[in-house]
């Protein structure tokens, strides 16, 4: 688009449709490449923005502060207190960084494309993949180090000390650069680009979900047979309604967790594989995949919100460094 309102019709033709920004796609819709041109270039006027596209843009605005706020907060947090640098907020930490990235880089690109200032297709296209993944392969080592503490707890520092702890850490972080750099290899063939699509759906995306569906299961039914053995060996805890309670609280907290996960990811990686196997996409499926990215993108304030604000020893500590204050040492022992 130039300064006085008017875009280039034949470059919208010539471009590939699924580089289209929202304004050049009701474009292409509307069935203007197929018209003959009169002229070398057409022209016709258009809004700066639709009103759809500004609600776009309002949505990731909130998405950057939060997520930039909520994250920096999780990691100033932990660095800024000995007693938190753990193994288990390593994982912590990888995720927050993540997060972060997503808020600060990944999401400004796309608010820059919905806007229709910069073309950054593929700059999006490798970094969607690659934060994307490093923030789902986090989450699934959070949730293998909660296993380990609760399932092997005496012997949890030799399954995972620091130094293995930061080689899993760098590990996940090479894979997900690395598989998202395959993407310039692929992009200039559709059909190779949906291979390696639905290739990462199933190992970035399936695999985890499976796996951390199966491991909270298991947590579940582990904390469960804890209760009932406490509940019959101590006469300090209530009987079995108090359990079931309790039960029903922990179905809550991992309905929350595995729930966020596949409702936030699943639509938007199934609309990405189901845009390149097929040709025909209408106004409608554009809607979809549009609102399947919020949801993904939203998971930069979720998973902080969740993984962090969820847990009382960090969300004490982190009410202190928001407040810039100093814990004193009965309160730090006392979490």
Not at 27 to 42: F, H, K, M, V
Not at 113 to 137: H, Q, W
Not at 146 to 159: A, D, F, V
Not at 181 to 203: K, Q, T
């Amino acid at each position: 688009m130039d300064g006085s309102g008017f875009i280039n019709i034949t470059e919208i033709c010539e471009k590939n449709h699924t580089q289209l920004t929202a304004e050049e796609f009701d474009i292409w819709l509307e069935g203007y490449c197929d018209a003959p041109a009169s002229t070398t270039e057409r022209h016709i006027e258009i809004a700066p923005s639709t009103p759809s596209t500004m609600g776009y843009v309002v949505y990731y605005s909130i998405l950057v502060f939060g997520g930039i706020t909520l994250n920096l907060l999780v990691m100033i947090t932990i660095f800024s207190r000995n007693r938190l640098r753990t193994v288990p907020n390593a994982f912590m930490v990888s995720l927050s960084v993540a997060d972060f990235l997503m808020a600060t880089v990944a999401i400004p690109l796309r608010i820059m494309e919905r806007l229709d200032k910069n073309n950054n297709y593929v700059m999006t296209s490798i970094l969607f993949p690659c934060i994307g993944v490093a923030s789902i392969f986090s989450l699934c080592c959070v949730t293998l180090d909660r296993y380990m503490h609760i399932r092997h707890p005496l012997n949890y520092e030799k399954h995972m000390n620091k130094m293995r702890a930061v080689g899993i850490v760098v590990g996940l972080w090479v894979f997900s650069i690395l598989q998202a750099s395959v993407f310039f290899l692929v992009n200039e063939n559709r059909y190779n680009e949906a291979i390696y699509n639905d290739v990462r759906l199933a190992y970035c995306f399936v695999i985890p979900a499976i796996f951390i569906s199966v491991t909270y299961a298991k947590l579940f039914l582990i904390a469960r047979s804890h209760a009932r053995v406490i509940a019959t060996t101590s006469v300090t805890i209530p009987d079995r309604p108090w359990t079931q309670k309790k039960d029903f609280k922990i179905l809550k907290i991992i309905a929350l967790i595995v729930g966020t996960f596949v409702l936030c990811w699943f639509p938007f990686l199934l609309a990405v594989s189901y845009e390149l196997h097929t040709e025909d996409l209408g106004r409608e499926f554009y809607l979809f995949m549009g609102i399947a990215e919020c949801f993904a993108c939203s998971t930069c304030v979720l998973n902080p919100v969740i993984y962090g604000l969820l847990r009382r020893d960090l969300r004490i500590s982190m009410r202190y460094v928001a407040a810039c204050k100093r814990e004193s040492i009965e309160e730090s022992q006392s979490l």
